[in-house]
Structures are given as C-alpha cells and as structure tokens.
C-alpha cells in the first residue's frame, strides 16, 4: 500500500521559505512519480511540480516561474517541495501524491496534506 505523508507547512510572513517534505512508504521512488499539488477550498485542485520515478526528471506548472523546486532523496523515501518567495496567494493546503506517472490524469495515492499560510 502507498502512503504518503506531508510535513512542513506553517506560517511565513511573504517573501520567506518554506520546505516541504513527503514521506513515502510502500514503494520506491524510483518506481514511481511524486507530484505536488495544492488545493484552496472552492477552487479546483492545483497541480505543481512532479518528479518522475526512473529518472528523476521534474516538471513544473507556469505559475511556479523559479519560485518553487521538487527534489528527491530516495534514501530517505522523501520528495522535497521548497517554496521560495512566498507570496500571500499561496496560502493553502500542499499535497502530495504518487502514482506510475506525471503524466496520469489522476493521481491514485494521496496524503493529507499540510497547511502553508502566508501571512505579516
């Protein structure tokens, strides 16, 4: 069974940093695709970044223009989402999830997600 979990959210005044991590269980990132998303209450689910399970290679949403970088460190079971000059619009719920590919239609594991506000 895949799980995931995310850590790493909280408060931080605009313009900080935040990093976020999944950790994975169950199967082997170089099995599968990790992708970040982030979902706001009354919109729909945003995808991120992905990083692909053979090789590694990342993808990114136009939004994120540089601001945002996914990395992996199998050793740890654990894909990276590190936020940089935040900007109160991105206050919302992060998650991650799995599945074979980044380029599936639908994600088929799904953590809980952690909450990142942006805030003075």
């Known amino acids: 069974q895949l799980q995931l979990v995310e850590s790493g959210g909280g408060l931080v005044q605009p313009g900080g940093s935040l990093r976020l991590s999944c950790t994975t269980s169950?199967?082997?990132?170089?099995?599968?695709?990790v992708g970040w998303f982030r979902q706001t209450p009354g919109k729909a689910r945003e995808g991120i970044a992905c990083?692909?399970?053979?090789?590694?290679?990342?993808t990114y949403a136009d939004f994120v223009k540089g601001r945002f970088t996914i990395s992996r460190d199998s050793a740890k079971n654990t894909v990276y989402l590190q936020l940089n000059s935040l900007k109160p619009e991105d206050t919302t719920l992060y998650l991650c999830?799995?599945?074979?590919?980044?380029?599936?239609?639908?994600?088929?594991?799904w953590g809980q997600g952690t909450q990142v506000t942006v805030s003075s």
């Open positions: 169950g199967f082997s990132l170089e099995d599968y695709a």
């Open positions: 990083i692909s399970g053979k090789d590694g290679t990342t």
């Open positions: 999830a799995a599945d074979t590919s980044c380029t599936v239609p639908f994600f088929s594991s």
